[in-house]
């Protein structure tokens, strides 16, 4: 990680937010644009990482869909990440851009990219994940367009379908995220020398004690993190169910336990040098 417990320049930095999907990612956009101001911040389109795909060619027709989609975008002058209200605003002298896309996809900007993302145990985000997407689904029937394995409300059930269908989907999202790729070696890599600041959600009360000078904030406090309504009438996943989980996301479990030894370096450090001598 590149920390440093130095104020942002933002006239030569912009701050970057990589919302990895339920690690407490709507919690830290909401403190970091209420602290910097709306208007200075943008949040972007999200990247489609977490489609379950029944075959590789329905992988490759959909992929081929949204390249189509996202070369219109481009043709039209806009950067895919930018919603249609937000294709006038000069990122340039923006303090902020947000949102579920990998590390190097963000808009346009001819400052430095200061990344800082969030992390959870993968097993434990995946869970979070389905129940999310259910209660989602049961808030809006009429706009949902979730599948059928999705309306049995069964973990176990729909991990099984998941499973079965691995080698056409993306399970690493955390790893995608931060690299670009499902690998390992490629999110190590950018946590060494690309990314400011990243954290495992349990520390998020830490990581915002070392965001705070950087962005000249005397404290900054992230709010609690709510259980979805529909997992807490449920009774957990099976340990069946939860070792095909682990085993579908290998790398996000490398990354976690990585993120976890490096984070707590870098607070022990930034700790350690405010103590008086």
Request: with cysteine; charged share 25%; proline share 6%.
């Amino acid at each position: 990680m590149l920390y440093q417990n130095v104020p942002l320049d933002f006239e030569k930095q912009v701050l970057v937010f990589i919302h990895i999907p339920k690690t407490a990612g709507t919690s830290l956009s909401g403190a970091l644009v209420q602290s910097l101001g709306s208007k200075n911040c943008v949040a972007c389109e999200s990247v489609k990482y977490q489609k379950v795909f029944s075959s590789a060619l329905h992988r490759t027709h959909w992929n081929a869909k949204n390249y189509i989609r996202n070369s219109i975008k481009i043709l039209g002058g806009s950067h895919p990440l930018l919603p249609s209200s937000a294709k006038d605003i000069d990122t340039n002298h923006t303090l902020l851009l947000h949102g579920s896309f990998p590390i190097n996809y963000e808009p346009n900007n001819a400052r430095e990219s200061i990344y800082i993302a969030m992390v959870r145990d993968p097993v434990e985000r995946f869970i979070s994940q389905y129940y999310y997407d259910i209660d989602v689904m049961l808030a809006l029937p009429e706009k949902s367009r979730k599948p059928r394995h999705y309306r049995a409300y069964d973990i176990d059930s729909y991990v099984d379908y998941v499973y079965e269908r691995r080698r056409w989907t993306d399970t690493n999202l955390q790893c995608r995220f931060i690299g670009g790729d499902e690998s390992f070696e490629a999110a190590r890599a950018a946590i060494d020398h690309k990314v400011f600041l990243v954290a495992p959600v349990d520390r998020s009360a830490n990581f915002a004690e070392l965001l705070g000078p950087v962005l000249s904030l005397d404290a900054m406090e992230l709010p609690r993190i709510n259980v979805g309504r529909t997992r807490q009438n449920k009774p957990p996943p099976s340990p069946e169910t939860l070792a095909k989980i682990a085993d579908m996301v290998p790398n996000d479990r490398r990354l976690f336990e990585y993120v976890c030894q490096q984070f707590d370096h870098v607070y022990g450090r930034a700790k350690t040098s405010k103590r008086p001598h």
